[in-house]
Every structure is written in C-alpha cells, then in structure tokens.
C-alpha cells in the first residue's frame, strides 16, 4: 500500500514537500512515479526515480522546480516542489512498480504502475 501526503494550500511561489510512504512492502528496488491531475484534465506523468540506480526524470514542466528522492531507510519517497504556480494546482499521485524503467515510455502512462497510493491535494493559490 503507497500513502501520498503533504499536500495543502500552497501560495504561488511556495516549496512543498509531498510523501510517498510504503507499508506491506519495501520500497529499495521499485521504480517511483509521481503523477497529477487537475481539475478537468488526465492524470499527467510528474516524475520518476528508478528503483536500481536512483536515474531521475522529470516532466519539462516542472523540470528545475521538483525534485523527486528516497529514503529507502524510511521506506519513503519524497517529491520537493519549489516555486509553485496556480498550473501547478492537482491531486499528486505516486505510483510503484517493480520492474519498470524510468526512462522507457511505459513509464509515462498509468499501465506502467501496478501500485498506486490515494492522492495528496495541492492547491497554488494568492
């Protein structure tokens, strides 16, 4: 089971950090996604750090901005989010998979994750 947590009201420009802890299984080995969906649009891919050697990718959109790291010790992903815009406002979703690849394409779409945690809310607004 993935729990997503840290969301909230954000004001633009604001730094949080989101979440992503495992319980029933550990985390060290399993590719880690982070996606979003805002209001009215599709689930977008964010970012994904590879299970083997820790590769991060990161969408053009919040490339600069986010961060995505492990802590494999607390069994725990984090998503760093620095100078939010209000386009930045969805439900952030963090997904895992076992043998997946970062940076293949099944990595960019829903399919690609077999576990999914329940959604952490941020809001970017004035």
């Known amino acids: 089971q993935l729990q997503a947590s840290g969301g909230g009201m954000v004001q633009p420009g604001g730094s949080p950090r989101l979440s992503c802890a495992a319980s029933?299984?550990?985390?060290?080995?399993?590719?880690i996604g982070w996606f979003r969906q805002a209001p009215g649009k599709e689930r977008e891919w964010v970012t994904c750090?590879?299970?083997?050697?820790?590769?991060?990718y990161y969408a053009d959109s919040v490339k600069g901005r986010f961060t995505i790291s492990r802590h494999n010790a607390k069994n725990t992903v984090y998503l760093q989010m620095n100078s939010l815009k209000p386009e930045d406002t969805a439900v952030y979703y963090c997904?895992?998979?076992?043998?997946?690849?970062?940076?293949?394409?099944?990595?960019?779409?829903?399919?690609?994750?077999?576990?999914w945690g329940q959604g952490t809310l941020v809001t970017v607004s004035s």
């Open positions: 997904a895992a998979d076992l043998g997946l690849l970062c940076g293949s394409s099944y990595s960019l779409h829903r399919g690609g994750y077999a576990y």
């Open positions: 029933g299984f550990t985390l060290d080995h399993y590719a």
């Open positions: 750090i590879e299970g083997t050697d820790g590769s991060t």
